[in-house]
Structures are given as C-alpha cells and as structure tokens.
C-alpha cells in the first residue's frame, strides 16, 4: 500500500476487523454493480470510497429530476443532460476517488450478455428494480460461482440478503418455495407505491458493509441472515433462511433465466405496440387500478382488461400478466414500463 493511500483509508484501516491486510484486499478486489438507482448509486459510493480495485457499473436508464431524492451519486446538470446513469455515476465516483478503475455499461442485463457482463469480479450487488433481473443475477452468480447480494427497497421499507454459492441459500430457496417469504410485494414498485432515500439509504449500507467483508476476505463476518427493517415504524428485523433442497438453482442447477427460458416473451404486436407476456402473474385488476390511481391517467378496467395511460404510452393489462403497451416499438421501453408500473 502507497502511503497516501494508508493516510486516505486510515480510519478504515483502524478498524480492527479490517487492518491493513484487509485494506490491502480492497484495494485488490473488484465488484460489479448492477442498476445504479437508490441502492445502486449509494452502494457504489460506498464502496469506491472504502477502496475498492475496480467497479463495473450496469445501468439501462436515464437520469430522470424524480431520480435526485434517492440516487445521491447524480445532481441537477445529470437530469437536464438526460445522461445515461451509468455514465453520470462513473464521472462522479471518479471525482469522488481517482483511484479505483470505474467502467460503466451501458446496457440491460440480459441472458445473452449476463456471463460476459458478470464474470470477472468477487461480488455482484443487486441495485436492480425487478425479480426477473435479480433471479437472472442469481443464475449467474451460481453458474459462475460468484457471490452476491440482494438488496431491495420500497416505500419505507427495505430488505437484503447476502447469497455465496455453496454456502447460503439462494434467490430462489427465498422466492420460488411457494412461501415467498421476505419479499417485497410483486405489485409495489416505487413508481407506484414511493419510496424514502432514507429507507434506500439503510438498505444500501448494509448491502457495502456486507460487500466489505466478502472484499476484505472475511467471510467469517458475514451473518448469512435475512434483513429488513422498515424506517417509518422503527422495525428491524433479521431471520434464518434455510437453504431449500429441491431448489431448481443451487441444488438442480438449472439456471433458466440465464437460459432465457423464463424471459417474458416480448413480441411486436401491431403497429407501435409491444406486447409483453409473463408467464404466473395473476394480477387483480380492481386492485392494481387503485395503486396506479396516483401515477397513470385515464385508468379504466373491467372484468378482462386494465387500460391506462402514461403519455405518450397506452398500456393494456390482462389479469394473466400479459400486457400490451401501445406507443412504441422499443422491446426495452415496453419492459421498462412494464417493470415500473406493473411490477415484477
Ligand atoms: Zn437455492
């Protein structure tokens, strides 16, 4: 270690369970981040700050004005320049700490690009908005045998998770046992249920602190418990997952969304329209029209369909999941929305 380097991270390296040596393998380590949002934003702070060799950042969006409350890496010229999330985040770690190598991407994590985008690192860190995305990462991590952690927030509420191959339970011992236990609710997403930074922020955090043992090479630290906690109501809570022995992903390994097998089927369906299938979904329609009630406009249902609008979109609802958005011809617009206002 350089000896401005040991000035820089003295104070990380005073504490004991890192040391020098475990600030020496900071400095080594290499991570990747995957959706650079509330979490996201805080989470690769965090760690380009603490030391951290080299960060990969993935993100397929733009910075949006109702981005700032949370995603504390972007500031008001990002907005107004649209700039590309990835890009905002790399220019500003950078000037935050021209140490660590920074890349961004660019790009939506998909089955053809997970394997490339992904392998290379010693963690992967969920900043996603979506269980596709995030049981796509947990393929991933398992086929390429590379830790990651979970970490979702919505609302006041938040949730995290750390899975290492071999080790731990995975995503999918948690969300396809048919408990789904300590999920978020499929149907709250912030665009339609809000969210408070601090909620993001408490979620991010522990999400670095838990990224920062793996990366120092203390795996002995890691508590393997599922956290969540709920800011607004003061409500902490940390509970053993067990590992479930049928589970398709780490005790069948077969890794179908990294297959793609369990991808919506995203066809074009007329003229500027997208149609979307996800497959399982069972949507109320009375309900969802509630929650949407203060994002969308022109909202109409009955028994078949839900119809709303976000200018300049349409989007069709059906209560299997499928769901036609009208407006574009963009597959990844039409995801996008879909994600964001229907939940996933
Ligand atoms: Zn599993």
Request: with cysteine; proline share 4%; charged share 20%.
């Amino acid at each position: 270690m350089k000896p401005a380097e040991r000035d820089r991270y003295s104070r990380q390296i005073l504490f004991a369970h890192i040391g020098e040596q475990g600030q020496d393998r900071i400095l080594a380590s290499s991570a990747v981040v995957v959706g650079c949002g509330a979490l996201g934003t805080v989470v690769a702070g965090l760690l380009v700050r603490a030391g951290v060799g080299r960060l990969r950042i993935i993100d397929r969006d733009f910075v949006e004005s109702s981005n700032l409350q949370r995603q504390t890496l972007f500031d008001e010229s990002d907005a107004r320049d649209a700039l590309p999330k990835a890009i905002a985040a790399e220019r500003h770690l950078r000037a935050a700490n021209s140490g660590p190598k920074i890349e961004a991407v660019v790009a939506d994590l998909t089955p053809e690009n997970a394997r490339e985008l992904l392998s290379g690192v010693d963690l992967i860190l969920d900043g996603t908005d979506n269980f596709e995305t995030r049981l796509l990462i947990n393929d991933a991590s398992l086929a390429l045998n590379i830790p990651w952690i979970y970490g979702a927030a919505v609302g006041s509420y938040g949730i995290t998770l750390t899975i290492r191959p071999g080790h731990t339970p995975c995503l999918a011992c948690l969300l396809e046992s048919g408990e789904r236990a300590g999920t978020i609710g499929a149907d709250a997403t912030c665009d339609t249920a809000g969210i408070l930074n601090a909620a993001a922020g408490v979620i991010a955090s522990i999400e670095a602190a838990e990224a920062l043992k793996i990366l120092a090479a203390k795996p002995e630290a890691l508590h393997g418990r599922l956290v969540s906690c709920d800011v607004w109501s003061g409500k902490f809570q940390s509970i053993g997952i067990a590992r479930n022995p049928e589970c398709r992903a780490c005790a069948r390994r077969e890794f179908t969304y990294l297959e793609g097998e369990a991808q919506p089927q995203i066809t074009m369906c007329g003229r500027n329209s997208v149609q979307i299938h996800e497959h399982g979904r069972n949507f109320n329609l009375a309900e969802l029209s509630g929650r949407l009630a203060s994002s969308a406009a022109e909202i109409r249902h009955n028994d078949f369909l839900l119809r709303f609008t976000l200018p300049p979109y349409e989007l069709t609802v059906f209560p299997d999941g499928r769901a036609i958005v009208k407006g574009t011809q963009d597959p990844a617009i039409a995801r996008s929305l879909y994600a964001r206002y229907l939940g996933a």
